[in-house]
Protein backbone atom coordinates (compact mmCIF):
# COMPACT_ATOMS: atom_id res chain seq x y z
CA UNK A 1 0.00 0.00 0.00
CA UNK A 2 2.69 2.71 0.90
CA UNK A 3 4.63 1.44 -2.06
CA UNK A 4 1.34 2.25 -4.23
CA UNK A 5 0.94 5.97 -2.62
CA UNK A 6 4.70 6.37 -3.96
CA UNK A 7 4.11 4.97 -7.22
CA UNK A 8 0.96 7.20 -8.34
CA UNK A 9 2.40 10.58 -7.45
CA UNK A 10 5.47 9.80 -9.20
CA UNK A 11 3.81 8.68 -12.72
CA UNK A 12 1.63 12.17 -12.18
CA UNK A 13 5.08 13.94 -12.27
CA UNK A 14 6.98 12.27 -15.34
CA UNK A 15 2.88 12.62 -17.20
CA UNK A 16 3.09 16.75 -16.18
CA UNK A 17 7.16 16.83 -17.65
CA UNK A 18 6.47 14.64 -20.15
CA UNK A 19 3.31 17.24 -21.51
CA UNK A 20 5.51 20.30 -20.91
CA UNK A 21 8.72 18.77 -23.02
CA UNK A 22 6.38 18.06 -25.78
CA UNK A 23 4.83 21.97 -25.56
CA UNK A 24 8.12 23.59 -25.49
CA UNK A 25 8.97 21.16 -28.86
CA UNK A 26 5.61 22.86 -30.14
CA UNK A 27 6.59 25.96 -29.50
CA UNK A 28 10.13 25.81 -30.49
CA UNK A 29 9.07 24.34 -34.25
CA UNK A 30 5.97 27.79 -34.37
CA UNK A 31 8.44 29.70 -33.65
CA UNK A 32 10.77 28.48 -36.18
CA UNK A 33 7.89 27.62 -38.68
CA UNK A 34 6.93 31.78 -38.39
CA UNK A 35 10.87 32.88 -38.84
CA UNK A 36 10.53 30.83 -42.07
CA UNK A 37 7.73 31.99 -43.13
CA UNK A 38 8.73 35.41 -43.13
CA UNK A 39 11.73 35.04 -44.90
CA UNK A 40 9.92 33.16 -47.26
CA UNK A 41 7.87 36.46 -47.62
CA UNK A 42 11.25 38.60 -47.49
CA UNK A 43 11.93 36.48 -50.53
CA UNK A 44 8.90 37.31 -52.37
CA UNK A 45 9.07 40.81 -51.90
CA UNK A 46 12.90 40.94 -53.51
CA UNK A 47 11.84 38.50 -56.19
CA UNK A 48 8.91 41.22 -56.88
CA UNK A 49 11.56 43.79 -56.98
CA UNK A 50 13.67 41.93 -58.94
CA UNK A 51 10.53 41.54 -61.83
CA UNK A 52 9.47 45.06 -62.02
CA UNK A 53 12.99 45.99 -62.27
CA UNK A 54 13.96 43.68 -65.34
CA UNK A 55 11.96 44.92 -68.22
CA UNK A 56 14.36 44.30 -71.04
CA UNK A 57 14.66 40.39 -69.48
CA UNK A 58 11.03 38.99 -69.80
CA UNK A 59 12.77 35.56 -70.92
CA UNK A 60 14.78 35.16 -67.84
CA UNK A 61 12.23 36.62 -65.75
CA UNK A 62 9.44 34.13 -67.02
CA UNK A 63 11.96 31.28 -65.57
CA UNK A 64 12.01 33.40 -62.42
CA UNK A 65 8.52 33.21 -62.24
CA UNK A 66 8.57 29.43 -62.79
CA UNK A 67 10.97 28.96 -60.08
CA UNK A 68 9.35 31.06 -57.96
CA UNK A 69 6.13 28.55 -58.13
CA UNK A 70 8.65 25.29 -58.01
CA UNK A 71 9.68 26.78 -55.00
CA UNK A 72 5.75 28.41 -53.87
CA UNK A 73 4.71 24.20 -54.24
CA UNK A 74 8.17 23.03 -52.43
CA UNK A 75 7.23 25.73 -49.72
CA UNK A 76 3.60 24.54 -49.40
CA UNK A 77 4.31 20.89 -49.92
CA UNK A 78 6.85 20.99 -46.56
CA UNK A 79 4.15 23.92 -44.80
CA UNK A 80 1.54 20.64 -44.91
CA UNK A 81 4.46 18.70 -43.43
CA UNK A 82 4.92 21.05 -40.81
CA UNK A 83 1.06 21.27 -39.81
CA UNK A 84 1.07 17.46 -39.37
CA UNK A 85 3.83 17.32 -37.54
CA UNK A 86 2.68 19.99 -35.19
CA UNK A 87 -0.81 18.03 -35.23
CA UNK A 88 1.45 15.25 -34.31
CA UNK A 89 4.26 16.70 -32.27
CA UNK A 90 4.78 13.12 -30.21
CA UNK A 91 6.10 11.29 -33.59
CA UNK A 92 8.76 13.64 -34.78
CA UNK A 93 9.25 17.47 -36.36
CA UNK A 94 10.55 18.39 -39.78
CA UNK A 95 13.67 18.65 -41.61
CA UNK A 96 14.16 22.37 -40.94
CA UNK A 97 17.21 22.55 -42.91
CA UNK A 98 15.62 21.31 -46.19
CA UNK A 99 13.70 24.02 -46.02
CA UNK A 100 16.60 26.61 -44.97
CA UNK A 101 18.66 25.23 -48.16
CA UNK A 102 15.79 25.99 -50.64
CA UNK A 103 15.15 29.44 -49.23
CA UNK A 104 19.18 30.25 -49.49
CA UNK A 105 19.29 29.08 -52.87
CA UNK A 106 16.38 31.19 -53.75
CA UNK A 107 18.10 33.94 -52.54
CA UNK A 108 21.33 33.37 -54.47
CA UNK A 109 18.97 33.25 -57.81
CA UNK A 110 17.52 36.35 -57.04
CA UNK A 111 21.29 38.24 -56.66
CA UNK A 112 21.63 36.32 -59.83
CA UNK A 113 18.99 37.43 -61.35
CA UNK A 114 19.79 41.45 -60.16
CA UNK A 115 23.55 40.99 -61.33
CA UNK A 116 22.09 39.85 -64.92
CA UNK A 117 19.62 43.02 -65.07
CA UNK A 118 22.67 45.30 -64.17
CA UNK A 119 24.80 43.93 -66.85
CA UNK A 120 22.48 44.06 -69.32
CA UNK A 121 21.10 47.98 -68.35
CA UNK A 122 25.07 48.44 -68.95
CA UNK A 123 25.20 46.42 -72.51
CA UNK A 124 22.15 48.93 -73.48
CA UNK A 125 24.11 52.05 -72.67
CA UNK A 126 26.75 50.47 -74.80
CA UNK A 127 24.38 50.11 -77.54
CA UNK A 128 22.59 53.80 -77.19
CA UNK A 129 26.03 55.71 -77.34
CA UNK A 130 27.90 53.76 -80.02
CA UNK A 131 24.28 54.96 -82.05
CA UNK A 132 23.92 58.60 -80.41
CA UNK A 133 27.57 59.55 -80.27
CA UNK A 134 27.29 61.76 -83.39
CA UNK A 135 23.79 63.33 -82.85
CA UNK A 136 23.98 66.27 -81.53
CA UNK A 137 20.89 67.85 -78.75
CA UNK A 138 19.27 69.21 -81.20
CA UNK A 139 18.89 65.95 -83.21
CA UNK A 140 18.51 63.75 -80.16
CA UNK A 141 15.04 65.83 -79.42
CA UNK A 142 13.58 64.25 -82.77
CA UNK A 143 15.80 60.88 -82.48
CA UNK A 144 14.22 58.24 -80.33
CA UNK A 145 17.02 55.40 -79.54
CA UNK A 146 16.29 52.76 -76.86
CA UNK A 147 17.09 48.59 -76.85
CA UNK A 148 15.26 45.87 -76.37
CA UNK A 149 16.56 42.38 -75.89
CA UNK A 150 20.02 43.86 -77.40
CA UNK A 151 17.73 44.87 -80.86
CA UNK A 152 18.60 48.79 -81.15
CA UNK A 153 15.62 51.00 -82.33
CA UNK A 154 16.15 54.47 -83.62
CA UNK A 155 12.79 56.23 -84.21
CA UNK A 156 12.64 59.38 -86.55
CA UNK A 157 9.68 62.00 -86.33
CA UNK A 158 8.44 61.85 -90.32
CA UNK A 159 8.04 65.68 -89.78
CA UNK A 160 11.80 65.58 -89.60
CA UNK A 161 12.45 63.35 -92.72
CA UNK A 162 9.64 64.10 -94.91
CA UNK A 163 6.98 66.91 -96.53
CA UNK A 164 3.67 65.86 -95.08
CA UNK A 165 1.87 63.23 -97.09
CA UNK A 166 5.30 63.18 -99.39
CA UNK A 167 7.60 60.55 -99.27
CA UNK A 168 10.72 62.33 -100.80
CA UNK A 169 13.69 62.62 -97.93
CA UNK A 170 13.91 66.24 -97.39
CA UNK A 171 17.48 68.42 -97.57
CA UNK A 172 16.97 68.76 -93.55
CA UNK A 173 16.95 65.53 -92.49
CA UNK A 174 20.29 65.00 -94.57
CA UNK A 175 22.73 65.55 -91.70
CA UNK A 176 20.91 63.39 -89.81
CA UNK A 177 20.66 60.40 -91.67
CA UNK A 178 24.70 60.91 -92.30
CA UNK A 179 25.10 60.33 -88.94
CA UNK A 180 23.27 57.09 -88.65
CA UNK A 181 25.17 55.89 -91.76
CA UNK A 182 28.26 56.42 -89.96
CA UNK A 183 27.28 54.28 -87.19
CA UNK A 184 25.41 52.09 -89.32
CA UNK A 185 28.72 51.63 -91.61
CA UNK A 186 30.70 51.26 -88.06
CA UNK A 187 28.60 48.23 -87.16
CA UNK A 188 29.01 46.71 -90.72
CA UNK A 189 27.88 43.02 -89.68
CA UNK A 190 24.94 44.42 -88.38
CA UNK A 191 21.31 43.90 -90.38
CA UNK A 192 19.89 46.91 -90.82
CA UNK A 193 15.26 46.95 -91.20
CA UNK A 194 13.84 50.60 -91.93
CA UNK A 195 10.22 50.67 -91.10
CA UNK A 196 7.45 53.30 -92.05
CA UNK A 197 4.67 54.22 -89.94
CA UNK A 198 2.09 56.28 -90.37
CA UNK A 199 -1.06 57.62 -88.41
CA UNK A 200 -4.51 56.26 -89.02
CA UNK A 201 -5.81 59.52 -90.81
CA UNK A 202 -6.29 58.22 -95.15
CA UNK A 203 -4.32 59.58 -97.31
CA UNK A 204 -5.80 61.05 -100.22
CA UNK A 205 -3.19 61.11 -103.52
CA UNK A 206 -2.78 60.24 -106.81
CA UNK A 207 0.26 58.16 -106.58
CA UNK A 208 -0.22 56.72 -103.23
CA UNK A 209 -3.04 54.36 -102.60
CA UNK A 210 -2.96 54.25 -99.21
CA UNK A 211 -1.13 54.04 -95.81
CA UNK A 212 0.74 51.42 -96.68
CA UNK A 213 2.04 52.49 -100.04
CA UNK A 214 2.94 55.93 -98.05
CA UNK A 215 4.85 54.00 -95.47
CA UNK A 216 6.47 51.31 -97.45
CA UNK A 217 7.47 54.49 -100.13
CA UNK A 218 8.95 56.10 -97.09
CA UNK A 219 10.62 53.27 -95.72
CA UNK A 220 12.46 52.44 -99.43
CA UNK A 221 13.40 56.65 -99.94
CA UNK A 222 15.13 56.43 -96.40
CA UNK A 223 16.85 53.12 -97.56
CA UNK A 224 18.11 54.47 -100.97
CA UNK A 225 19.42 57.58 -99.18
CA UNK A 226 21.86 55.09 -97.11
CA UNK A 227 22.87 53.19 -100.09
CA UNK A 228 23.17 55.68 -103.12
CA UNK A 229 24.12 59.14 -101.05
CA UNK A 230 25.94 57.66 -97.97
CA UNK A 231 27.10 54.28 -99.28
CA UNK A 232 25.67 51.45 -96.79
CA UNK A 233 25.97 48.13 -98.17
CA UNK A 234 22.46 47.36 -99.54
CA UNK A 235 22.47 43.90 -98.60
CA UNK A 236 22.55 44.66 -95.61
CA UNK A 237 18.83 46.82 -95.84
CA UNK A 238 15.45 45.85 -95.75
CA UNK A 239 12.63 48.41 -96.34
CA UNK A 240 9.20 47.82 -94.80
CA UNK A 241 5.83 49.41 -94.05
CA UNK A 242 3.21 49.10 -91.79
CA UNK A 243 1.18 51.61 -92.45
CA UNK A 244 -1.27 52.75 -89.59
CA UNK A 245 -1.34 48.92 -87.94
CA UNK A 246 1.76 49.34 -85.32
CA UNK A 247 0.72 52.43 -83.65
CA UNK A 248 2.66 53.70 -80.35
CA UNK A 249 0.71 56.57 -79.44
CA UNK A 250 -3.04 57.20 -79.66
CA UNK A 251 -4.56 58.68 -82.80
CA UNK A 252 -7.36 60.47 -81.21
CA UNK A 253 -5.17 63.33 -80.74
CA UNK A 254 -2.75 65.59 -82.74
CA UNK A 255 0.03 64.86 -80.54
CA UNK A 256 -0.25 60.68 -80.60
CA UNK A 257 -0.50 61.02 -84.56
CA UNK A 258 2.60 63.17 -84.68
CA UNK A 259 4.33 60.65 -83.09
CA UNK A 260 2.69 57.67 -84.82
CA UNK A 261 3.62 58.83 -87.91
CA UNK A 262 7.84 58.03 -88.28
CA UNK A 263 10.16 55.62 -89.53
CA UNK A 264 12.08 53.07 -87.39
CA UNK A 265 15.80 52.19 -88.17
CA UNK A 266 16.25 48.45 -86.43
CA UNK A 267 20.39 47.43 -86.23
CA UNK A 268 20.30 43.90 -85.10
CA UNK A 269 23.38 42.63 -83.95
CA UNK A 270 24.47 38.85 -84.47
CA UNK A 271 24.70 36.89 -81.96
CA UNK A 272 28.34 36.35 -81.48
CA UNK A 273 28.54 40.46 -81.90
CA UNK A 274 26.20 40.53 -79.18
CA UNK A 275 27.83 38.18 -76.83
CA UNK A 276 31.01 40.42 -77.62
CA UNK A 277 29.03 43.48 -76.21
CA UNK A 278 28.60 42.00 -73.57
CA UNK A 279 31.99 41.77 -72.82
CA UNK A 280 33.01 44.77 -73.61
CA UNK A 281 29.60 46.55 -71.42
CA UNK A 282 31.20 48.59 -68.45
CA UNK A 283 30.01 49.00 -64.65
CA UNK A 284 27.09 50.11 -64.15
CA UNK A 285 27.98 53.13 -62.27
CA UNK A 286 30.53 53.88 -65.11
CA UNK A 287 27.23 53.39 -67.32
CA UNK A 288 25.81 55.84 -65.42
CA UNK A 289 28.46 58.55 -65.23
CA UNK A 290 28.74 58.75 -69.24
CA UNK A 291 25.69 59.60 -69.74
CA UNK A 292 24.10 60.41 -73.24
Do not use: H
Not at 37 to 53: F, G, I, M, P, W
Not at 125 to 153: A, H, W
Not at 155 to 171: C, I, P, Q, R
Amino acid sequence: MRIRNIILPLAAVLVVTTGCTSNKKYAALQGRYDDLTREYNETKVELAKSQANASSLEQLLAEARRNNDDLKRNYESIQGSLNQSLLQNQQGSINISKLVDEINASNQYIKQLVQAKSKSDSLNMVLTNNLTRSLSRDELKEVDVKVLKGVVYISLADNMLFKSGSYEVNSRAMETLSKIAKIIKDYGDYDVLVEGNTDDVPISRTNIRNNWDLSTLRASSIVQVLQNDFGVNASRLTAAGRGEYNPIADNTTELGRQRNRRTEIIVTPKLDQFLDLIDKAPDTDDSAASGI
